[in-house]
Structures are given as structure tokens and as C-alpha cells.
């Protein structure tokens, strides 16, 4: 793909809870229930994020949430790249990109990747066009294969996969999401970490 410069993540859909579901019944619900599976991914894929803008909005129509339906955050990577992640629980078009078939964009200097839970498409810069084959289902079967490594790790006494010290590092984008969209600016993860 020579060099890739950009990423985006985008799920929308109409999301809403009745009033006895747990779902959006916390201040934080958008980005600190789905982003947060886009913002590990990044992370897995690109390295460490250096800092943060987002926006925030919630849809005062879906009544029993309290937390944000809407949230577009861009990162910029250590290494240099962008990505953008847009997670729209109070869409109400008819092209919906709902859990769990985001739409995934990966752009490269030599080709652009485009995914979704039915398939892959690779475009390169030359036209060629490719659609590798997908082999399983990316949900639920990616939560899967990750719980069966844990369990393999446990029972085996090696280090497990996911290390909790690096987990917090997404999780400081989460709270870099909340705080960014709260005051209006860019926040640096070394602010949190």
C-alpha cells in the first residue's frame, strides 16, 4: 500500500434504547461503548496515538439516553497518520453502516483498502482491483478468537496477549475524546498518560 497516511472508521445507525435496557443510560455512551473497539483497532494496527480532537452530540429524541449518540474523533498517530472515527447512533437515513458492518478505509500512497464484515476491497493506484476472501464472520468470530487466546495464555501460564498497561493507553483516548469535545481543543495523550 506504500506509505498510508489515513484511516476511517464509520458506523451509523438509528440506536435506541428503551427506557429498562442498561444501554445509554450512563453520561458516556457512544465513544466509550463502540469507539473505544475502533480506537483499539487503530491502535493494533498503528502504534501509539499522539493527540486527540473530537466533537460530541446526542439526539435529545432518543429519550432514555443520557450519553452522547454521536461522536467524530480524529487522531493523529506518533507516526504521523490520521484517522477519523465516526460513531452516529442517531442516524435515520436509509444507508445505515450499523455494528457490526462499519465501514473500514485504509488509504496508502499506492492503494486504498475498503472493508466491511461482507468483504474486502483492495484499489490500487494502477486500477488493479482485488477482493481477497474473507474466511469466518469478523463479529462475532474476532471476539472469539481473542477470548480463546486468553484462555489458551491462562491455562498455559504465558503472558496474555493484551497487555492491561497498553489497554490504558486506549483508554486514554477515550478520556482525550470526552475532554477534547468538552474543551473545544486538541489534547495530547501525554496529557493523560
Known amino acids: 500500500m506504500g506509505r498510508i497516511y489515513y484511516c476511517q472508521i464509520e458506523n451509523r445507525a438509528w440506536v435506541h434504547p428503551g427506557p429498562d435496557t442498561f444501554a445509554g443510560k450512563d453520561a458516556r455512551w457512544v465513544q466509550a461503548d463502540m469507539a473505544v473497539h475502533h480506537f483499539s483497532l487503530l491502535r493494533h494496527w498503528f502504534g501509539d496515538v499522539l493527540s486527540v480532537y473530537a466533537v460530541h452530540d446526542r439526539d435529545a429524541s432518543q429519550e432514555h439516553v443520557r450519553g452522547d449518540t454521536l461522536g467524530v474523533t480524529s487522531l493523529r498517530f506518533e507516526k504521523g497518520l490520521q484517522a477519523v472515527v465516526i460513531n452516529d447512533w442517531c442516524y435515520r437515513g436509509s444507508a445505515t453502516r450499523a455494528h457490526a458492518t462499519e465501514e473500514i478505509v485504509v488509504q496508502g500512497e499506492k492503494a486504498c483498502l475498503t472493508f466491511d464484515s461482507q468483504r ?29 487466546r486468553f484462555v489458551d495464555a491462562l491455562e498455559a501460564g504465558e503472558p496474555f496477549p493484551c497487555e492491561g498497561r497498553d489497554n490504558l493507553k486506549t483508554i486514554a483516548v477515550i478520556e482525550a475524546a470526552y475532554l477534547s469535545a468538552a474543551e473545544n481543543r486538541v489534547v495530547f495523550l501525554k496529557e493523560l498518560l
Open 120 to 148: 474486502v476491497e483492495v484499489t490500487c493506484a494502477d486500477g488493479r482491483r482485488m477482493q481477497p476472501p474473507i474466511e469466518g464472520a469478523w463479529f462475532p468470530d474476532a471476539f472469539g478468537a481473542v477470548m480463546a
